[in-house]
């Protein structure tokens, strides 16, 4: 346990010391958000119709973007070698890499969605909806995207191509987030139903994440 | 003064200003005392500028 | 404790590096890997640390852990030095001897030890490449492992810093560890040669 | 005093120990009569009492704008004259002007939720503003992602002039896409048409919150060049350390190593 928080402590650290990127997220969610309205319109009752779409395209852009670097920096100065090596399980090595990215860039994205929902023109009940669902949904986009980083580190290509890989799987986070905020905004459906499958998505990401991210990292080290 | 229907968008306006300025003049206060903590620190330690003076005189 | 090769072979990116490599250190011994370039002198280190799967052949510890795994016996100290330039140079090694977890001496000590005590708050960035491999060194003192791995390990590591590197290494021979090490240089202590590649 | 003599920093710190109790003086009370006088100030026949919140606003929102031409005054100080505290003044005004700006999108929504009934309207002016604070954010970003202040000032500096001569045409296109969608302008305030009653109160202020940013702004290069000098030591010491194994009781024999500095 000392090895995982010492990881966890050690990269969220990083992340907000000077050169880190843990609030440059933050400010790619609010920059894209704001993008929005100049392709759409200010219509304030579009807005607030499409708002939940917009920031959650906003936070998996974000949360996916900021995930490139996750074992690159590791892999470039040797720390990945260590940390495979030791005593650790790599999966849950890779498990408390994710969770400390989350905590650093993940959260604050969830932070930062009332006041982007101000801008959206959503309602108080609107904008919980939809923290509610990023704060459910978000794991499962970083502990996916986690394996795009893996796979980066092993094919030595960062950026793009990780994009192109990661995306596609993260849309049934999207359909489900979305769908269970825009439940609660316009129905018909139930916010339950999309909600507890968003939920389950998370938790079945939170398994198969490390494991996958693992042995991508395992044989893609020369 | 009367500040009519709205008063509280009026007050909270004036409060946020205040407050952001007195967390820009905390911060830079801070700020302040930290360098000039870790320059005595340096210095302390017998690290010193090329110049020989002192880093943290100000005149 | 004793570590050996049988019949080692690796392969990469489709060409064969060396085949057949039998080796044997025990407990006090060095061994100084030799070689030109690309004979597979850091294929073979990595292949003890388990970070590359040999294409044929064992690698055993005998008389170590036996609950624990060659590599997680093994300190490693490659070419990078693992270390984050935004952390300073105590939390680097800090990071590393709680991570990597198991008996270990104290941080400060390490430090006094490779002659890096005045700088344990300075960010590691600050650090000359010199500085950073004593650092890197610390490492190894700080956590206790019986077998070092080390590649070209006195790289950019002056005179006074190569004859200290040298006594730490006797230092840990004496107590009981053994060490392989991929050199072109003297390593500086007594150690068997295992030239690889064949003779130019 | 001339500028050539401010390219010393130990002058320019001696300078502005001198100033700045005086400049934090004079922008206390001009900030007392400003606000003093904008209690006074009448009510709008069509705002109320909510064009107070203008009294706040519109020295922010002119801060705001204020603060990004000094940047790029400093920015070209960087780039053309290499002043040496050109960018010490560029990377210490964008938490201040950020600061501002953002008070400005604050207020500006706070006055807006009366006049529009909700927070946030895609208004031509609040929304050149949003844009303006994104940049600031994007600046300190820049600022904060590069280790080596020297390096950092060079991009910051380029970013700051393209900024500044983008921001018309930032500002031009947001008027032309919302016009596009709104033919008519939810709220439009007079410039030169306010009354003297509103108008000297607001200039008091306009010139209170100057005074302000260039108190704040001399502290805080003031705490600029010594986290420099903090810096700079740090190097020293960081190369320094491979002699003090020379005096060590281990007798490793002197090392010359002098690191990178």
């Known amino acids: 346990m000392t090895a995982l928080s010492a990881l966890i402590r050690r990269d969220i650290r990083i992340a907000l010391r000077v050169g880190g990127g843990a609030l440059i997220g933050v ?20 807005l607030s119709r499409l708002g939940p779409a917009i920031l959650w395209l906003g936070a998996l852009l974000a949360s996916l973007l900021t995930l490139d670097r996750l074992f690159m920096a590791d892999h470039e100065d040797g720390s990945l070698d260590l940390i495979t090596m030791s005593r650790t399980p790599l999966e849950l090595a890779c498990a408390a890499k994710a969770l400390a990215h989350w905590l650093a860039a993940g959260l604050p994205l969830i932070v930062a969605t009332p006041v982007l929902g101000l801008l959206l023109n959503l ?74 499958i968003l939920c389950a998505l998370s938790l079945v990401s939170l398994v198969v994440g490390p494991f996958a991210a693992a042995a991508s990292l395992r044989h893609g080290l020369d | 003064m009367s500040l009519g229907p709205y008063a509280s968008f009026i007050v909270t306006s004036y409060a946020a200003a205040a407050a952001v300025v007195a967390i820009l003049i905390g911060w830079i206060v801070l700020d302040y005392r930290s360098q000039t903590q870790r320059l005595r620190e340096l210095e302390e330690r017998g690290i010193t500028r090329r110049s020989g003076r002192s880093a943290t005189e100000l005149r | 404790m004793r570590l050996s090769g049988h019949g080692l072979r690796c392969v990469r990116g489709g060409r064969e590096v060396f085949a057949g490599l039998e080796f044997a250190a025990a407990s006090g011994q060095a061994v100084a890997v030799t070689g030109r370039n690309g004979s597979g002198k850091t294929s073979l280190l990595r292949l003890i640390a388990g970070l590359l799967v040999p294409a044929a052949g064992t690698i055993a510890l005998d008389g170590g852990d036996a609950e624990l795994t060659v590599p997680e016996q093994c300190h490693y100290l490659g070419h990078r030095d693992a270390l984050k330039p935004a952390l300073s140079v105590a939390e680097n090694l800090v990071f590393w001897a709680d991570f990597l977890g198991g008996e270990r001496s104290d941080a400060a000590e390490s430090l006094a030890k490779v002659g890096l005590d005045h700088a344990t708050h300075l960010p590691a960035g600050f650090l000359s490449a010199g500085q950073r491999r004593r650092l890197s060194l610390a490492r190894l003192l700080t956590v206790r492992r019986p ?54 | 005093m001339t500028l050539i003599d401010l390219a010393n920093p130990t002058r320019f710190l001696a300078l502005t120990a001198r100033v700045l109790p005086w400049l934090a003086a004079a922008t206390v009370i001009l900030l007392a009569i400003g606000l003093y006088q904008s209690a006074l100030a009448p009510d709008d026949y069509q705002q109320g009492a909510t064009v107070k919140i203008m009294f706040i606003h519109v020295p922010n929102a002119w801060l705001s704008m204020f603060v ?31 600061s501002f700006t953002f008070l400005a999108l604050l207020t500006g929504s706070l006055w807006g939720r009366p006049m529009w009934g909700t927070y946030w309207e895609w208004d031509a002016r609040l929304t050149s503003v949003l844009i303006l604070f994104l940049m600031y954010l994007g600046l300190m970003a820049l600022w904060r992602a590069v280790d080596d202040p020297s ?20 500002k031009f296109s947001v008027d032309w896409w919302n016009t596009l969608h709104q033919p008519a302008s939810v709220m439009r305030m007079g410039g030169s048409a306010l009354d003297k009653s509103f108008l000297i109160p607001l200039l008091v202020m306009a010139i209170a919150f100057t005074l302000l940013f260039v108190t704040l702004h001399l502290a805080a290069m003031r705490n600029e060049i010594l986290r420099r000098r903090v810096r700079s030591l740090q190097m020293m010491q960081a190369s320094r350390i491979a002699f003090s194994g020379e005096s060590g009781s281990r007798g490793e024999g002197a090392s010359n190593e002098v690191g990178a500095a």
């Not at chain 1, 400010?27 to 579009?46: E, K, R």
């Not at chain 1, 290509?157 to 994009?163: K, V």
């Open chain 4, 68 to 98: 990004w031409g000094v940047m790029s005054i400093a920015s070209l100080g960087t780039l053309v004259w290499r002043h040496p505290l050109a960018d010490v003044a560029a990377k210490a005004a964008a938490p201040i002007g950020a």
């Open chain 1, 27 to 46: 400010l790619f969610f609010l920059t894209v958000v704001v993008l929005m309205p100049f392709a759409v319109g200010p219509d304030l009752a579009l």
């Open chain 4, 151 to 170: 390096r950092a000032a060079r991009a910051a500096a380029v970013l700051t002039l393209v900024g500044a001569i983008n921001l018309p045409i930032i």
């Open chain 3, 147 to 200: 077998v070092w791995l080390l590649d070209e390990p006195t790289n950019a590591l002056d005179v006074a810093g190569q004859d200290m590197f040298g006594s730490l290494m006797r230092e840990h021979l004496a107590a009981g560890g053994l060490i392989v090490a991929a050199t072109h240089a003297p390593l500086g202590i007594e150690s068997r040669e295992l030239r690889i590649g064949g003779v130019a």
């Open chain 1, 123 to 196: 309602d108080m009940v609107a904008t919980g909806a939809v923290a509610l669902t990023l704060l459910a949904g978000t794991p499962a986009l970083t502990f996916t995207g986690m394996i795009g980083a893996a796979l980066a580190v092993t094919l030595h290509r960062g950026g793009l191509l990780m994009a192109v890989l990661v995306l596609p799987l993260s849309i049934p986070v999207l359909i489900f987030g979305v769908a269970a905020s825009q439940a609660v905004i316009v129905g018909p459906m139930t916010f339950g139903a999309p909600f507890s």
